[in-house]
């Protein structure tokens, strides 16, 4: 039994996938600025392509099942074919629920929640499109209603995501510099931290050797004990303040983090 997606349908979904970012970006790009939130504008738009994604994986999904099914099959051949294509229809609706939940949470302003709709509508379009290159005559004429509306839709939200980036007062881009000016502060830090740490480590080194020499030379009388001592509570504060400076860069790090996520996750 072939794949439920083959060659000839995984090439359908990478080119559906490249015509719909391309058209988003064509779309969307001079609401950028007016969008306010760059930082946001990009994440919505990289879910939007795993959104479209696996609506067309799905789309294709179904058709291939039809046309399998029309071969007539042995129970025990459809059966097979029913659990996996149900399987993958389960693992793209799973992630499009996500991928659409994770735009949404983005989505903070009128213009951001205007692309989200403007990107899913776009997706189903896609997914629709893609679906007629593989479809049969019955199901195209189903398809073409369907795209019909999709795409009045569309026509629809472009114009509320034009109007509402036009009239946006949003404060996100402030708040978007503002994260931007800790997480470079913190790295800054962190980078102090390290520069400590390996400023002690080197220092530590030279001490180690220094001692083995004086204790070396301490039967000779070339040394003393108490200089054998100093250069040992030498190495003791050296190796406390790199374990110092490793705590405060490990804190560090943990403030950094949930910042920088937040700023630059998906």
């Not at 349908?9 to 969307?28: Q, Y």
């Not at 459809?78 to 939940?101: G, I, R």
Request: charged letters at 40%.
């Amino acid at each position: 039994m072939k794949p439920i997606l083959n060659f000839e349908h995984f090439s359908l979904v990478e080119n559906a996938n490249i015509t719909f970012s391309d058209d988003l970006d064509s779309i969307c790009e001079s609401f950028k600025a007016a969008i306010s939130s760059p930082i946001k504008y990009a994440k919505i738009k990289n879910n939007a392509k795993k959104y479209q994604k696996s609506l067309v994986t799905s789309a294709l999904a179904d058709i291939e099942y039809e046309k399998k099914k029309q071969k007539g099959l042995e129970p025990k051949q459809k059966e097979v074919l029913t659990a996996a294509t149900a399987a993958k229809k389960k693992a793209m609706a799973d992630l499009a629920t996500a991928v659409s939940q994770r735009m949404d949470d983005l989505a903070t302003t009128e213009p951001l929640k205007n692309l989200v709709k403007l990107a899913r509508t776009k997706a189903k379009i896609s997914a629709a499109e893609t679906s007629l290159k593989s479809a049969d005559a019955t199901e195209t004429a189903e398809l073409k209603a369907k795209l019909k509306k999709l795409k009045t839709t569309a026509s629809s939200t472009e114009q509320q995501l034009k109007d509402s980036a036009k009239d946006n007062k949003s404060d996100d881009k402030s708040n978007d510099d503002s994260a931007n000016k800790q997480v470079d502060e913190l790295e800054s830090k962190i980078k102090d931290q390290d520069n400590i740490q390996k400023s002690a480590t080197e220092n530590i080194d030279k001490l180690k050797k220094e001692l083995k020499v004086a204790e070396d030379n301490l039967n000779t009388g070339k040394s003393s004990e108490s200089k054998v001592n100093s250069i040992k509570d030498k190495i003791s504060q050296a190796t406390e303040d790199r374990d110092r400076s490793k705590k405060e860069e490990e804190a560090l790090r943990k403030k950094l983090k949930p910042i920088a996520d937040k700023l630059y996750g998906e």
